[in-house]
């Protein structure tokens, strides 16, 4: 199973929390793993840290999703943009694999 974000409120992230207390204070011989996954609710940021360096206005490298991101390049003529955005502007459009670590060096606002 891959990793997963979704935004939840305070009182929804309350909610979750009270449960889990209340599973692990119980018999459920479950213990460890819901206060493991308590400490991961309450340690953790609420939403991930992204960052994308831009170079003379292209993406060169991106770092901290957990998700692959979608590059939208508006750079260009209309007949060298061979993608349309949701709003219907012509771009070129690709995608960037998730990245944990160290941002990769080698340019990713590539030319399609």
């Given at each position: 199973?891959s990793?997963?974000w ?17 599973i692990?204070?119980g018999?459920?011989?479950?213990g460890?793993?819901?206060a ?5 609710l ?28 979608r590059?939208?390049d508006?750079?260009?003529d ?14 070129r459009?690709?995608f960037?694999?998730c ?14």
């Amino acid at each position: 199973m891959s990793d997963t974000w979704i935004k939840v409120s305070e009182s929804e992230r309350a909610l979750v929390l009270d449960a889990l207390f209340a599973i692990a204070r119980g018999k459920s011989g479950l213990g460890s793993r819901v206060a493991a996954l308590v400490h991961r609710l309450t340690v953790r940021p609420q939403h991930p840290d992204i960052t994308i360096g831009v170079h003379g206005g292209q993406v060169q490298w991106t770092l901290g999703h957990t998700f692959p991101i979608r590059i939208c390049d508006y750079d260009g003529d209309v007949e060298d943009l061979p993608d349309v955005d949701e709003r219907g502007q012509p771009c070129r459009i690709w995608f960037e694999p998730c990245e944990i670590g160290e941002p990769d060096q080698r340019p990713t606002g590539r030319k399609r």
